[in-house]
């Protein structure tokens, strides 16, 4: 069993920068790929970004050259620093960990969610 539990976000002006963190409890945290994804109300929950076991990362295109996620599987955190923040981030999001280890951009790839922190970018 893996909890989760994301910290960081907050209200920050458009072009500003925010830094999620995501702790894990449980074994065998590095041998798990890391995925945040977001969610607005009304709309689904959508990938943001992944990090592998071995630290491939991938982004969706929004957020190429914006956001970098990273992992610390000494302190078992996964990170994502989110620079240029424009409105369209506002969202809730989620951490999210996939046991096998590779990474994957569908929501049902992942077995375990965090609880989600609310970033809100104003114009």
């Known amino acids: 069993q893996v909890q989760l539990v994301e910290s960081g976000g907050g209200l920050v002006q458009a072009g500003g920068s925010l830094r999620l963190s995501c702790a894990a409890s449980?074994?065998?945290?590095?041998?798990?790929?890391m995925g945040w994804f977001r969610q607005d109300p009304g709309k689904e929950r959508e990938f943001v970004a992944v990090i592998s076991w071995s630290s491939d990362s991938f982004y969706r295109d929004s957020v190429k050259g914006r956001f970098t996620i990273s992992r610390d599987n000494a302190k078992k955190t996964v990170y994502l620093q989110m620079n240029s923040l424009k409105p369209e981030d506002t969202a809730v999001y989620y951490c999210a960990a996939r046991s096998s280890g590779s990474y994957a951009l569908l929501r049902n790839a992942y077995d375990y969610w965090g609880q989600g922190t609310q970033v809100t970018v104003s114009s």
């Open positions: 449980g074994r065998a945290f590095s041998n798990y790929a």
